[in-house]
């Protein structure tokens, strides 16, 4: 298996179809994205006040938000380098970074935008993959431009609904 997806949930009960559908969208997209060699990342599903938590300790942000990224590595959008990459010798992976992503906030969101919940969970799953793997959006320039391209391109291959 050359990606492993390690997914944990900090609530009672993960939500049916979310570990599935979270490590369908993370290996399509570093598929999508030539991803070529053994990795992992880490994925944690958590509810508001969770992230609340998370983005406040580690980004200095008092609010929740749907989902967050914490790449391992300074990777160039769109050129993945193996040699850029943190190597785990432990396990004989790649470490890409950690992801954390909000229930509430999936439903809140796929609601408001008229998606399902496993469409809203697998889109964030891809934008937080592109994060991992140097894509941003910090400005409405050509960066954003190339990742929802590049976002776009990935949820059409995926199909879902």
């Given at each position: 298996?050359?990606?492993?997806?390690?997914?944990?949930?900090?609530?009672?009960?993960?939500?049916?179809?979310?570990?599935?559908?979270?490590?369908?969208?993370?290996?399509?997209?570093?598929?999508?994205?030539?991803?070529?060699v053994k990795c992992e990342v880490n994925v944690l599903i958590t509810d508001n006040e969770g992230i609340h938590r998370i983005n406040k300790e580690f980004r200095d942000v008092d609010r929740p938000t749907d989902v967050l990224s914490f790449p391992q590595a300074d990777l160039v959008a769109g050129a993945f380098d193996p040699e850029m990459a943190e190597f785990d010798y432990d396990t004989g992976r790649f470490n890409l970074g950690d992801m954390a992503v909000s229930v509430d906030k999936i439903r809140e969101q796929a609601e408001e935008y008229g998606n399902t919940v496993l469409y809203e969970l697998s889109y964030l799953t891809v934008h937080s993959c592109l994060h991992l793997l140097g894509y941003d959006h910090l400005d409405e320039g050509a960066q954003k431009k190339q990742m929802r391209s590049r976002e776009k391109e990935i949820m059409k291959l995926l199909r879902v609904r």
């Open positions: 298996m050359r990606y492993r997806i390690i997914v944990s949930c900090e609530l009672d009960e993960t939500p049916k179809g979310f570990e599935k559908a979270i490590k369908r969208a993370m290996k399509t997209a570093l598929k999508a994205e030539n991803v070529g």
